[in-house]
């Protein structure tokens, strides 16, 4: 009896020592991109520029396939994947014919193009004149043999994890990995 | 309980203000209900309460917002940015904090839905 009352005081006094700085609102955002896909790389995109328009910081770290987007000759061609995606409801052997990958993306685009959703390389501009930095991994770097140059021109840097880490540091900052 | 606490929630609460003597209505995230309650007065007291002093380059992207909402054009970031009258870094420059938020509110204009 006496322990139990005992565990309930210090859980009580924990939660009163837990005050969120300014209500636990969030004010940076960490991205992290590892996919090629258009759709991943648009969600990471209008994420971080979302955040910006809500006063958050935003920062990106392209990492494996994520390169791919900031890749000057890559990022026009990105697809969307139409083998292993259940939700584009279309059978697995359908979507692995030759010109499917291709039709689905010029559909998705096109869609995007009604709701002014701007394309890879206008979006990246956006980010960089909205303030998001964006960096891109050593590690993958090194791994694809991609150089500085053949990178879109507004990346900050190309950095390692524990960079990136030491970038995240702070209150209020969350961490997303795509 | 419960159940009123969330009809509560979602009850949208109109708020009376008085701004240099004048009364306006603001919803419950203080954008303005009604765009003729809006003067230059008004705009630079709402601005000031977001730490902004107003430059004419503040008020020309005000007056383009306000012209916007007027031909009921859907504003986002990727418009204001290719209107011509502001680059999206000035934008941010001018309103450091949110700018498509914070200059809808000091326009007296309702707060863009927009998600780009």
Known sequence: MYEENEATATLEKSYVAFKPENKGAIKKMMIILSKGTLENVYAAFVLANGARMEGIEAEMFFTFFGLEAIHKKKLERLHVATVGNPAMHMPTMLGGLPGMEAFATHMMKKEMEKIDMPDILEFLDILSASGVKLWACKLAMDMFHYKKEDLYDGIDDIITVGDFYKESAGEGVHMLFI | ?116
């Not at chain 2, 003729?36 to 730490?51: H, I, N, P, R």
């Not at chain 2, 999206?88 to 904090?97: A, D």
């Open chain 2, 1 to 116: 309980m419960l159940i009123n606490l969330f009809k509560s929630s979602l009850k949208k609460q109109n708020m009376e203000r008085t701004i240099n003597g004048k009364s306006i209505t603001v919803n419950e995230e203080g954008y303005l209900k009604d765009f003729s309650q809006w003067d230059d007065k008004v705009g630079e007291a709402l601005a000031a309460e977001s730490g902004i002093a107003l430059t004419p380059r503040h008020w020309e992207v005000l007056k383009y917002l306000q012209n916007e909402q007027k031909n009921q054009v859907a504003l986002s970031i990727r418009r204001v940015g290719k209107s011509g009258v502001v680059d999206i870094k000035e934008f941010y420059q001018l309103f450091p904090i949110a700018p498509l938020k914070t200059a809808t509110k000091i326009a007296g204009i309702p707060k863009p839905a927009s998600c780009i």
